[in-house]
């Protein structure tokens, strides 16, 4: 167990729907990274937050946005869901920048 | 911006036979290179890392070796073992403040008993 954890383990929804999945940092992780994994395909960044604020942006879709709010967990909304967003999502934490990532079990996340 | 290639993204080995899994990156301010493995169903998870202030490293059987020059590293995996067997993604970061990782495509290692 890596001490981060995330909410919902699996999602279905439709298209055209809106979502949100939950991240909750170990204890005392300020730097908290969304990933997203699809089907046999690598891991894409999507967004970074230290300390509540943005840090760093990667190929996020304008339809996403994270926060992360004051008890440090992280939220990612996935908005005008498509097909294609059908992926598993990863959230991970680090106590700072540039120190070991720790990755929670992922939200699989399919659209129909 | 960065981008990380990584090869061979399939890799068969014999037990007991080594594994190099190698990457190349693109932007020269890079210098934190962390390698994962991530088993079947599962979150990935760091098995070593290295700094751009180090050539190589080393832990156990397995060994990270950085190229600054050629902007290039590997990983080594020696007397492979079954369990060995996962998707294995490499990792290029600038950690001057912000960092952003970058991944390669991941390379699937199966270690044949």
């Known amino acids: 167990d890596s001490g981060v954890t995330q909410t919902p383990k699996h999602l279905i929804t439709a298209t055209g729907q809106r979502v949100t999945l939950r991240c909750s940092p170990r204890?005392?992780?300020?730097?908290v990274y969304w990933y997203q994994q699809s089907l046999d395909q690598g891991l894409q960044f999507l967004i970074q937050?230290?300390?509540?604020?943005?840090?760093a942006k990667g190929n996020i879709l304008e339809r996403f946005s994270a926060q992360q709010f004051p008890d440090l967990h992280s939220e990612l909304n996935l908005s005008s869901l498509e097909l294609g967003d059908s992926a598993l999502y990863f959230c991970?934490?680090?106590?700072?920048?540039?120190?070991?990532?720790?990755f929670g079990q992922g939200t699989r996340l399919t659209v129909v | 911006g960065e981008n990380v290639e990584q090869h061979p993204s399939t890799l068969s080995v014999q037990e007991g036979d080594s594994a190099v899994i190698k990457c190349t990156y693109s932007?020269?301010?890079?210098?934190?290179f962390p390698w994962y493995k991530q088993e079947l169903g599962k979150r990935p998870q760091l098995i070593i890392d290295?700094?751009?202030?180090?050539g190589e490293k080393k832990d156990q059987r397995i060994a990270v070796t950085l190229n600054k020059t050629a902007k290039h590293f590997s990983l080594h995996i020696t007397e492979t073992q079954p369990e060995d067997s996962a998707v294995y993604f490499c990792?290029?970061?600038?950690?001057?403040?912000?960092?952003?990782?970058?991944f390669g495509t991941g390379t699937k290692l199966q270690v044949i008993p």
């Open positions: 932007d020269s301010a890079s210098n934190y």
């Open positions: 991970a934490s680090s106590v700072v920048e540039d120190t070991e990532a720790f």
């Open positions: 937050y230290y300390n509540g604020e943005e840090r």
């Open positions: 290295i700094r751009s202030n180090v």
């Open positions: 990792a290029a970061s600038w950690t001057g403040g912000y960092q952003k990782v970058t």
């Open positions: 204890s005392g992780d300020l730097s």
